[in-house]
């Protein structure tokens, strides 16, 4: 999968995605996704296969598990783990869940 399909799986949720942030925030709840670092397979001093590490981060204003399942099931229909982890962003008084995937190859 790459970057852009990545992006175009986000936008068929419904919800409002951008790369790393808004220029104005949408109402909650919303997707931001962007590139965290690089896992590549190297061997012989060569880059075999590309393993680009993002995080897709959903903001909500109070628990929402429809809309985290509905990111879950795209993942799940894309056959692609993941790792999710919740934080409460007091600042700006909402819930940020992080999912961390992986996109080989793209």
Do not use: H
């Amino acid at each position: 999968m790459t970057q852009a399909e990545l992006y175009t799986a986000l936008k068929s949720l419904g919800l409002p995605v951008a790369y790393s942030s808004f220029a104005t925030s949408p109402s909650p709840p919303f997707i931001t996704y962007q590139f965290a670092y690089d896992n590549d397979f190297m061997a012989d001093g060569f880059n075999y296969a590309e393993i680009s590490n993002f995080q897709v981060e959903l903001y909500t204003k109070i628990k929402d598990q429809v809309a985290e399942k509905l990111v879950q099931d795209k993942f799940k229909e894309l056959k692609m783990p993941y790792r999710k982890n919740e934080a409460w962003l007091d600042s700006e008084k909402l819930i940020q869940i992080i999912y961390e995937i992986q996109l080989i190859g793209g």
